[in-house]
């Protein structure tokens, strides 16, 4: 409180070296908190494109017939782009650990990103590989259609792939950046409460 430019002992801001801080794991881990949040979000952008992309296959299997999206043509899928779409079920363990700070439900959602997001995502790679290549080494004055290359939509395929792939690879790469922080911020927690 301060009276006629008076000020009360302890309240100038000289008494800060006095108060409590928070430890660096716990900010540390708020932080990572935040950022595994972001990069689920964006995973759950992902799996919308991904959604949308199955769509077709889905109806069919419904036999529900829809005459826009049957006439976008859109190519049948591949088992691993279903296998890649559980890997949002995983990302229900990696929320559920962040609001109690289990340090063995966050290893579950790290190996399943490796399992159900990185190892799909690194088989697109390889099967996609020699469209990409073919693609980006062609000539400007050769036709496209003599090198056999998938197109959609006037797309190349495999490049289309190749974009949603180097999407997923930083998204789950992030993941699992944060996921070993928030592991190791919590172990260290641990030690310290055992103390």
């Known amino acids: 409180m301060a009276s006629r430019g008076m000020y009360v002992t302890g309240t100038d801001g ?8 928070i430890a ?15 990069t689920i979000f964006f995973h759950y952008l992902l799996f919308f ?5 199955l769509s077709a296959d889905i109806l069919d299997r419904l ?11 859109i190519p049948k899928p591949l088992l691993w782009e279903y296998i890649w779409c559980f890997s949002l079920l995983v990302s229900f363990l990696g929320l559920s650990s962040i609001r109690k700070n289990n340090i063995s439900t ?14 799909p995502i690194l088989y697109a790679v390889i099967y996609y590989f020699h469209d990409f290549w073919t693609y980006i080494t062609l ?18 395929y495999a490049l289309l ?10 998204v789950h790469t992030f993941s699992l ?4 922080n928030l592991i190791q911020c919590w172990r260290l927690r641990a030690a310290i409460k055992k103390q």
Do not use: C
């Open 63 to 73: 036999d529900i017939f829809i005459l826009e999206i049957e006439e976008l043509l």
């Open 139 to 156: 000539d400007p004055d050769e036709d496209i259609e003599d090198k056999e290359i998938t197109m959609w939509q006037g797309y190349p």
């Open 106 to 119: 966050m290893k579950k959602y790290v190996y399943g990103i490796v399992a159900f997001g990185y190892m």
């Open 24 to 38: 660096s794991h716990y900010q540390t881990s708020v932080l990572n908190k935040t950022r595994l949040k972001y």
């Open 49 to 53: 494109v991904m959604l949308a992309k």
């Open 177 to 180: 950046y944060f996921s070993n």
């Open 14 to 21: 000289t008494d800060f070296s006095h108060r409590q801080q």
């Open 161 to 170: 792939w190749y974009i949603f792939i180097v999407l997923a690879l930083q």
